[in-house]
């Protein structure tokens, strides 16, 4: 009992007693008047036990060459990522905008194209994405109107026509046998001329005397035999001028005249 | 004393204009102390040295609030002792303990016996080790005579029942942990 507080005694009392160096105060005080402390320990130096300091250091460019490596690659990412996101956004944007000009195109196109549905029973059953009422009433900015409308008045491109069936090509053939001439035929002047000029063609070649006749009577034959009226009228003409030298020949026209009478009746 | 004061004039010269303390006369004053501080938590002259200087580097480091520093005496041990607790962390004192267990037994005494006191010195040591933290920490601070309780119980922020409680605690327990193991 005795020994061991004489034992913790005289430890605390070589505690209390320990004297300082000589010469402490003045190297501290050199120390401090330089300046810059001999011992100035950065934050590493005091947390982390001297046995692990010194592969530290050499470890310490390969840990902030890591660093540097990692915060470029997540800066790239980051990057790529807020790009896609900005597309997608436009994206939902451009959505919500076509959804609105629904409700436009009928009064700015003419005929309406899509009615938007009115309720929204009606908007899930058909599958439209329709922005709520607050977000369409506050994006109905005008810019965002004016490339709606563009977008929907845009020039459309249809597929290309299907080629016909066979039974689609005989049936054309059918139908539009001798355009030209149907056509034609409507016009109804055209239409007298070419049916005179079928019965012209027609007494032509049926009236032609089919038997010779004599000399005499070839001339007033083949004078009579042109049904052509004004021909007619000037032989009349010449056969009615009085001559006295052609007395005969007048007689002799009466006479064939009254021939020709009878053949052509 | 000549010494001191040609230092601080020429610290005064390095220091900004507006510090208004004296480095030099705090050196003067309260490194013997601080010293005994550190040397109590790592018992290596060398090491309670350099914590003593890493104080008065903080010192210069605060100088522009030590104005504000209410109780000089108390901040500076305090800086002391946190200092010498993050040192005891690197290194081990109990390979310290061997050499001043020795310094303690005194000189004129035959060599067996001298060897046996240092034994004795070295398990008080040890025990002082194996005890828990805030009493080790009251026990040592209680070494140092000039600080008193109510000094050790704003170093510890602790209150001053708490320290003498501590106190108590630790000497009893380290007087039977030696008596128990009196036959090592």
Redesign the interface.
């Known amino acids: 009992?005795k020994?061991?507080?004489e034992?913790?005694e005289?430890?605390?009392?070589?505690?209390?007693d320990?004297?300082?160096?000589e010469g402490?105060?003045?190297?501290?005080?050199?120390?401090?008047?330089h300046?810059a402390?001999?011992?100035?320990?950065s934050v590493w130096h005091?947390l982390?036990?001297?046995w692990l300091l010194a592969p530290t250091r050499a470890m310490t460019r390969v840990l902030v060459g890591g660093a540097a490596l990692a915060g470029v690659i997540v800066i790239v990412f980051a990057a790529s990522a807020i790009r896609h996101a900005g597309d997608v956004a436009v994206r939902s944007k451009k959505e919500v905008v076509s959804a609105k000009v629904l409700q436009v195109v009928p009064s700015t196109v003419g005929a309406p194209l899509i009615t938007a549905p009115s309720s929204d029973i009606e908007r899930a059953r058909l599958g439209v994405r329709i922005a709520p009422a607050e977000t369409r009433t506050v994006r109905t900015v005008d810019s965002v109107g004016s490339v709606a409308l563009s977008e929907v008045r845009a020039a459309s491109f249809p597929a290309p026509p299907m080629p016909l069936t066979d039974q689609e090509k005989l049936l054309l053939r059918i139908a539009h046998r001798g355009d030209p001439v149907e056509v034609a035929m409507l016009d109804s002047n055209q239409r007298n001329l070419e049916e005179m000029k079928e019965k012209a063609e027609y007494q032509s070649f049926f009236a032609r005397p089919v038997i010779e006749q004599p000399a005499t009577e070839q001339a007033t034959s083949t004078a009579d035999s042109t049904n052509d009226p004004a021909e007619g009228k000037q032989v009349e003409e010449q056969q009615q001028i009085p001559s006295g030298d052609d007395n005969k020949n007048g007689n002799d026209n009466s006479k064939s005249n009254g021939k020709n009478k009878g053949e052509t009746e | 004393m000549a010494?001191?004061e040609g230092?601080s004039l020429?610290?005064s010269s390095?220091e900004s204009e507006r510090s208004e303390i004296d480095?030099?006369a705090l050196?003067?004053t309260y490194?013997?102390l601080l010293?005994?501080v550190a040397?109590?938590v790592l018992?290596s002259?060398a090491e309670?040295?350099?914590v003593?200087?890493?104080v008065?580097?903080r010192v210069?480091e605060h100088r522009r609030t030590l104005t504000e520093v209410r109780e000089m005496r108390v901040w500076l041990v305090r800086i002391a002792w946190n200092l010498s607790l993050?040192r005891r962390?690197?290194?081990r004192p109990e390979q310290f303990d061997e050499g001043?267990a020795e310094?303690?037994v005194a000189i004129n005494q035959p060599t067996d016996e001298a060897l046996n006191q240092a034994r004795?010195?070295g398990?008080?040591?040890r025990e002082?080790e194996r005890l828990p933290k805030a009493e080790r920490h009251v026990?040592?601070l209680?070494?140092?005579?000039e600080l008193g309780t109510a000094e050790m119980a704003e170093v510890l922020g602790r209150s001053e029942s708490a320290v003498r409680a501590l106190l108590f605690r630790a000497?009893t327990r380290?007087?039977e942990r030696?008596?128990r193991g009196?036959g090592r």
Do not use: K, N, Y
Request: net charge negative.
């Open positions: 009992m020994s061991s507080d034992a913790i005289r430890v605390l009392a070589g505690l209390r320990a004297e300082s160096p402490m105060e003045r190297r501290i005080l050199d120390a401090l008047e300046g402390p001999m011992r100035t320990e005091r982390l036990p001297l | 010494l001191v230092c020429a610290l390095i480095l030099a050196v003067e490194s013997s010293f005994r040397h109590s018992r002259r309670a040295e350099d003593v200087q890493d008065f580097v210069l993050d962390r690197r290194i001043f310094g303690l004795e010195m398990s008080v040591l002082m026990l040592l209680s070494a140092i005579e000497r380290l007087r030696l008596e009196g």
